[in-house]
């Protein structure tokens, strides 16, 4: 049977060579080679700061414990998302108050954000979902409106544009993840970028236990409590090499998205999510919207087709429902019905024509099958 896998790391022998580089150089830990990638980011991103970090999770909670938020304090999160996105606040000591979303994009419903604003609201995480940017121009003046900061979670938005700007260097902080299912990987491990010396340096020796930052072993001087959130020289050789081909890596991805438009635009079986007007979306994941989601989706899987549910609806787990620390505002028909009806189809860089075609195929096949 054919398998078409959900995505396939870009992982070349130049990756192999660097890591194997890293590896007989004996500086294994955070070194040089991580510095490396956080300039290329700084280069492609066009922002003042990147710092790598453990995960995309560890990266926003250093965002919000850099703006000193914390217990009695309120961040607003959408409610489709990964869960992490609001974990962070409760491991901060906040409360996260969560918020509907837009069910033509599948980002956060900017009007009912902002209904949720009270005066404990000291942050909103917005997600720029699946590649696709937020609207910066409603966020920016709803940030100046309450004086509130954006800490944004870019996950999946490496590349994305809004207004021909990057995501990376719109947001008070944005944070990108470089887990396996990214086209730029480290395997695991996040970056952070922002634009504010003051939270750079914070940041900076928070990830290093709390040191100063222009301490040494010798004369090591620890300003705060801190942790390790390091990335170490192996896992970023392999996020470095790819960084490198980010504009073939997104250009190839954006040439497979047309193809897919293409081939199941105006097609009455299944709606193509919206995108945000002046953005540019970076595809990381390519959605749609289907009616009888999970029954297509194993009738796919089982053609050796690798299709995905898009994330999940926080308010239906009891972490988020049965949480005092938790306020769900809303009935979420957003989120339910993105929960119910978002697919994620194949989308790598060595994916064929024939491929994408074999997937569409099956997948119309399917829908007339079970209509």
């Known amino acids: 049977m054919r398998k078409i896998p959900l995505i396939k790391p870009y992982i070349t022998g130049a990756v192999k060579d660097k890591v194997c580089e890293v590896l007989d150089s004996g500086y294994l830990t955070e070194g040089p080679i991580t510095k490396e990638l956080e300039n290329a980011f700084i280069s492609y991103i066009g922002c003042q700061y990147a710092l790598a970090v453990t995960s995309c999770t560890t990266g926003l909670e250093m965002g919000i414990r850099a703006l000193k ?44 954000m902002e209904e949720a604003i009270t005066s404990r609201t000291k942050a909103i995480i917005p997600v720029s979902l699946f590649g696709n940017p937020l609207d910066y121009n409603i966020l920016n003046i709803i940030k100046k409106k309450y004086n509130i ?26 944070v990108f993840s470089m887990h396996p ?18 939270l750079a340096e914070w940041m900076l020796s928070y990830k290093h236990f709390g040191m100063g930052v222009e301490a040494d072993r010798l004369s090591a ?53 919206g995108i945000t007007p002046k953005g540019t979306h970076s ?22 087709i690798e ?26 028909a957003g989120s339910k019905y993105a929960f119910e009806h978002c697919l994620a ?7 064929s024509f024939d491929d994408q075609l074999y997937v569409v195929e099956n997948l119309l096949q399917v829908i007339k099958e079970t209509e």
């Not at 995905?308 to 809303?330: D, K, V, W």
């Open 69 to 112: 938020i914390g217990p009695g304090d309120e961040v607003i999160v959408p409610d489709y998302t990964y869960p992490a996105t609001a974990h962070v606040v409760a491991i901060a000591g906040a409360d996260t108050v969560i918020v509907d979303i837009d069910p033509e994009t599948m980002l956060i419903d900017y009007a009912a």
């Open 149 to 174: 900061a954006i800490i944004e979670d870019a996950a999946c938005s490496i590349g994305a544009e809004y207004d021909d700007k990057k995501v990376g260097n719109i947001s008070d902080i944005s």
């Open 181 to 198: 299912r990214k086209f730029i990987t480290t395997g695991e491990g996040g970056m952070i970028c922002c634009n504010d010396p003051n």
């Open 221 to 273: 001087s620890f300003e705060r409590m801190g942790t390790n959130y390091k990335l170490s020289n192996i896992l970023a050789a392999v996020g470095l090499v790819q960084m490198e081909q980010i504009e073939y890596l997104l250009s190839r991805r954006k040439e497979l998205a047309a193809n897919y438009i293409k081939l199941l635009e105006g097609h009455p079986g299944l709606r193509i999510p």
């Open 283 to 304: 595809y990381q994941s390519f959605c749609i919207f289907i009616n009888q989601r999970d029954r297509r989706m194993q009738l796919l899987r089982e053609q050796g």
């Open 307 to 332: 299709v995905q549910i898009g994330t999940y609806s926080l308010h239906m787990h009891r972490a988020f429902n049965e949480n005092p620390n938790c306020r769900l505002i809303g009935d979420m």
């Open 345 to 351: 189809l194949p989308l790598y860089h060595e994916m």
